[in-house]
């Protein structure tokens, strides 16, 4: 299979003659042997078959290896939220007195996790301004910085990372570049395509698409070499799985195999085959929502763009944006649905705005399938100080926007009465 559209609705899950057409759900927390045997065989190589559903199930397993095919990637693990995923991501990688460089232009709740709760285990994260330099980012590497992190696209300031950029000095330096790669989805961009080597997402946001249920994935390339002496857990045995060497055993995809192995089966964060299943009605037309978002988003964007009252539209598929070159580059098939925008008035004024739509919901939840929004300042990134709130683009008079796939006609409607 060549192309998004096909992969959406075949990858992952063949029926077999005369089964079910669908991908159907193993809601199962344990699965059946003949021996004790054929168990124990699976303790020594976990990849072997399904034992229990804290790690591995099928139908989720369907789901995985859909997203890695979308993504380019190897293999793929769904987690039970998008903060799960970031969270494994880099446990996988780094441990106490360890270190992770970080694009500062990521989700709020994700600069939490980092700044504050990472730290309690001992990682520090270092952020960088997502248009440093190469040079700049090199001089925020030490000798123990375990990864470098990122957002294609981020939330809620639309800053666009190039990923060629930080690949570059993550290579240099021999460490793993990981993505979150939520708001492009693989249908917009393909991170892995431009150097990443781990990609992951919030799948709450489009790939579910129908704000049904909370998830996360991490994707894994395959492409990394970890032989090069900074990570030790994967050359050397696993004392705590019968002394697998995941880059020995498993050369294709060590670093999803190590994070399923070691953290997927001490903090069983994993969905349910019931979650899988939901997962994979959203994903089944992602490719098809994607281009429709971004088409409503576009025009949405240069209707307020327009507007009197309106003081800003960010948006990286307006000619006047900061990030418009690089959407031309890592967004070619579009911008999604996703944009801020600044109102003249002060924030009293932006929440009475925000308050007389009518048909966009106010809610905590973007890139759904129902037009919605949010004051970040006061929800999301509430818990931030001024210089944080300042250095991820945000101010009190700026509402995120999510275009849903409504006909546009409405949607523009909604916000011309509620800007009167
Ligand atoms: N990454 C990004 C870019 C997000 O926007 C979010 C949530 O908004 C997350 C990660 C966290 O995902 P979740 O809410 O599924 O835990």
Do not use: W
Not at 114 to 133: P, R, S
Not at 320 to 335: M, P
Request: neutral net charge; glycine residues 6%; aromatic residues 8%.
């Amino acid at each position: 299979m060549e192309h998004d559209e096909t992969k959406c609705l075949h990858s992952g899950y063949t029926p077999q003659n005369g089964g079910p057409g669908v991908m159907p759900i193993f809601q199962s927390t344990t699965f059946r042997f003949n021996s004790t045997q054929e168990i124990a065989a699976v303790f020594d190589d976990p990849t072997k078959a399904h034992i229990y559903s804290r790690f591995t199930n099928p139908t989720v397993e369907c789901v995985e290896k859909k997203i890695a095919d979308l993504e380019n990637a190897k293999a793929a693990m769904c987690t039970t939220s998008g903060q799960a995923a970031s969270l494994i991501s880099i446990l996988n990688l780094a441990s106490s007195g360890d270190r992770i460089l970080s694009s500062s232009a990521i989700y709020g709740g994700t600069i939490n996790l980092f700044a504050v709760t990472l730290k309690k285990f001992g990682i520090e994260v270092d952020f960088i301004d997502v248009d440093a330099d190469e040079k700049e980012i090199q001089a925020k590497i030490k000798p123990n910085t375990k990864a470098i992190f990122g957002e294609t696209l981020s939330n809620p300031s639309l800053q666009i990372m190039d990923i060629e950029k930080f690949a570059a000095v993550a290579n240099k330096n021999q460490i793993p570049l990981i993505v979150d790669n939520t708001f492009p989805t693989p249908i917009l961009c393909k991170p892995i395509d431009f150097g990443a080597d781990i990609v992951i997402h919030s799948t709450t946001k489009y790939m579910d698409g129908h704000a049904l249920q909370v998830g996360g994935v991490i994707v894994d390339s395959g492409k990394f070499d970890f032989n090069n002496g900074k990570f030790p857990d994967f050359t050397q045995p696993d004392e705590s799985y019968h002394g697998i060497i995941y880059t020995k055993d498993y050369p294709d995809c060590p670093y999803i195999i190590k994070a399923r192995a070691q953290l997927m089966r001490d903090f069983g964060c994993y969905p349910s085959g019931m979650s899988g299943f939901l997962l994979n009605i959203g994903l089944e037309t992602l490719a098809l929502r994607m281009e429709r978002y971004s088409k409503n988003g576009l025009q949405l964007a240069e209707f307020l763009n327009q507007h009197p009252k309106v003081k800003a539209v960010n948006y990286p598929m307006l000619k006047d944006n900061k990030y418009y070159h690089l959407a031309q580059k890592y967004l070619k098939k579009g911008a999604s649905g996703v944009m801020s925008i600044t109102l003249k008035g002060d924030k009293d004024e932006t929440i009475k705005f925000m308050d007389k739509l009518k048909l966009a919901s106010k809610e905590v939840h973007v890139a759904d399938i129902r037009t919605c929004v949010l004051h970040p300042a006061s929800s999301t990134h509430r818990q931030l100080t001024n210089e944080q709130l300042k250095a991820c683009g945000i101010n009190p008079s700026m509402v995120r926007v999510s275009a849903g796939l409504e006909n546009i006609d409405d949607i523009i409607k909604d916000f011309e009465q509620a800007l009167l």
